[in-house]
């Protein structure tokens, strides 16, 4: 346990960002702050001159004409002056920074957190440019990354260049400088932009490069119960991009599918439906068939099927209790007439089954084939029979096989008749959105993660792409969109935004339809949306205020 605690601590301390700068150049030195005592390595001294003797338990330590002499817990400047004591670890000494300011007469010392900087002259800041999506910063001598701080918020960069020789350095328009003792701060105007910034050090240029996203930046509340944060964040292997997030507390909001207004077959904006129904904030849904514009897949609204499952990918649901559900299961429509139970194998579908249901969300006009039975039904009563073109308001057409014509020979008006979703986990449904993939589950990947991205075509789950997640942490429900195909990022592949939820500690996860359909709404506000998209989708995921949440009838 000791040897444990010895390796956590220096696991802590130890810091590679020092540097001993001599003339035009810079060397890494590594340094200890221990008991608020900075150490540095005797050895990492030597390119500037530093010569270092260690023979029969002695160090002697020199520099021009300057001598440490080093034993134990002694140390000593030209055999006379008592400095502070050394630290030995793992065999190798180093050096209290007092002892380094007696033996390197002519440089100084500048600390900054745990990181250490020794040099015998400081840089002078002579010039700021800048261009659109860039800052240039000339200067003499040396300039090593950890004396350049960066700050960042909407509309400017803040940057604070320390220790430097105290001077007023020109700049160009948007630039505005403030002189501080030993440090030049220069703040640069981006105006309606949020910027990230990448910096590069060429010989005597600090070149800053200027990754510009438009919008708002920040966090903040939009309901009771709702908050949305928009915010730059890092995944992969140092790359970065623009995440939205809407945070929710499931007591306090209702959430539900929302179809396009004029149905199955259109599409809509995702700000003009969020609007439309009043709500406050809202995500793109299902996949959808980019033809046809009819969505794939199950979505259930209010406790009503208006499309089956397409193959057992994973749902997002809302319990009638209000519980979250984000993982697998398998969702049944059923049909029961005079107690004969009838499997739906379509809704608001194109294709063919032998039990098929339309809702007035079905656009087009119900076909007519020769080889069904037609009749309609409102408020779980048949009303008509025969066939109708279209549904009305909460009534639904139902088209059963003639092969069935034998368990409906008696079938009259007023008979009953009810539709029902029967998933495979004991829970009730009352919204629901199949999606996919799924990527986390109580907290950890999924074990068959390979099958399940084999299970979408295209490569969807190995390419890189804008993606919008449905997400549970800390009994929160999360809304994430992910932006890409712009000038910071493609977006995310699946095991990226695997292991970028679980860096975050989130629970469970699964996506719904991405790439360009990707895209939140913030009331009449749109986030995420990429270049080549018109936000404009078959199935929207809408939030409310809890009490506020009637669609249409």
């Known amino acids: ?70 034993k134990e817990k002694e140390t000593v400047l030209d055999f006379v002056k008592k400095l502070s004591s050394p630290l030995f670890l793992e065999g190798k000494l180093l050096l209290p920074i007092d002892a ?84 030049i701060t220069l703040i640069v105007n981006v105006g309606n932009f949020y910027p990230d910034v990448k910096l590069t050090f060429e010989k005597g240029h600090l070149v800053c490069q200027l990754s510009l996203v438009k919008g708002f930046f920040g966090k903040m509340k939009i309901a009771d119960g709702v908050v949305f944060e928009r915010k730059i964040e890092e995944f992969g292997r140092g790359e970065k991009t623009v995440v939205n997030y809407l945070i929710m507390d499931p007591d306090k909001v209702e959430v539900k599918p929302v179809i396009a207004e004029e149905g199955f077959g259109f ?37 009503k099927p208006y499309s089956t499952m397409f193959s057992g990918r994973p749902v997002f649901a809302i319990t009638e209790e209000g519980d979250v559900f984000i993982g697998r299961m398998l969702v049944d429509v059923t049909l029961t007439v005079n107690g004969v139970l009838f499997l739906v194998k379509g809704i608001n579908t194109l294709g063919e089954g032998e039990v098929l249901v339309y809702t007035k969300e079905f656009s087009g ?21 025969g066939y109708r073109e279209r549904a009305e308001g909460s009534e639904y057409v139902v088209a059963v096989s003639k092969k069935y014509e034998a368990y409906l020979s008696n079938l009259k008006i007023g008979d009953k008749a ?16 199949e999606g996919g993939p799924l990527l ?18 295209g490569g969807i789950a190995y390419a890189k792409a804008p993606r919008t997640v ?39 996860a699964m996506c719904v339809d991405g790439g360009s359909s990707s895209v939140m709404a913030v009331g009449r506000s749109l986030f995420g949306k990429a270049a080549n998209s018109t936000a404009a989708i078959p199935v929207g995921i809408v939030v409310w205020k809890k009490k506020s949440t009637e669609v249409g009838e």
């Open 1 to 70: 346990m000791k040897q444990f605690i010895f390796v956590f601590l220096l696991l802590a301390c130890f810091s590679f960002a020092s540097y001993v700068i001599s003339g035009k150049e810079a060397f890494p030195i590594r340094s200890v702050l221990k008991d608020d005592v900075y150490y540095v390595y005797v050895e990492d001294l030597t390119p500037v001159g530093v010569g270092y003797i260690h023979a029969n338990g002695y160090h002697y330590v020199v520099h021009d004409d300057h001598v440490l002499f080093v």
């Open 100 to 183: 380094i300011k007696e033996l390197m007469e002519g440089y100084q010392v500048y600390t900054k957190g745990e990181n250490v900087l020794i040099y015998d002259s400081l840089p002078i800041v002579l010039s700021a440019t800048k261009e659109r999506d860039r800052v240039t910063i000339s200067y003499t001598g040396v300039l090593v990354p950890d004396m350049v701080e960066v700050e960042k918020s909407m509309g400017r960069v803040v940057l604070k260049i320390s220790p430097v020789v105290e001077s007023m350095p020109v700049v160009s328009e948007g630039i505005e400088v403030e002189p501080g003792k030993s440090e």
């Open 267 to 303: 599409l809509e904006q995702l700000d003009d439906m969020v609007e439309r129904v009043g709500g406050v904030a809202g995500i793109n849904g299902n996949y959808f068939d980019p033809v046809t514009k009819f969505p794939i897949g199950l979505i259930v609204i209010d406790g």
């Open 365 to 385: 006009t119900i076909p007519r084939k020769d080889d069904k039975l037609y009749f309609v039904v409102d408020e779980d009563t048949i009303k008509y029979l």
């Open 418 to 433: 009810y539709l029902s979703v029967q998933p495979n986990l004991p829970i009730r449904i009352r919204q629901a959105v």
């Open 440 to 457: 986390i589950q109580n907290g950890a990947p999924i074990p068959d993660a390979q099958e399940e991205k084999a299970r979408y075509g």
């Open 470 to 508: 449905i997400a549970t942490k800390d009994g929160k429900l999360w809304f994430i969109v992910f932006e890409g195909y712009n000038h910071i990022t493609r977006g995310l592949n699946y095991d990226e935004l695997v292991d970028f939820l679980l860096s975050k500690g989130f629970e469970d």
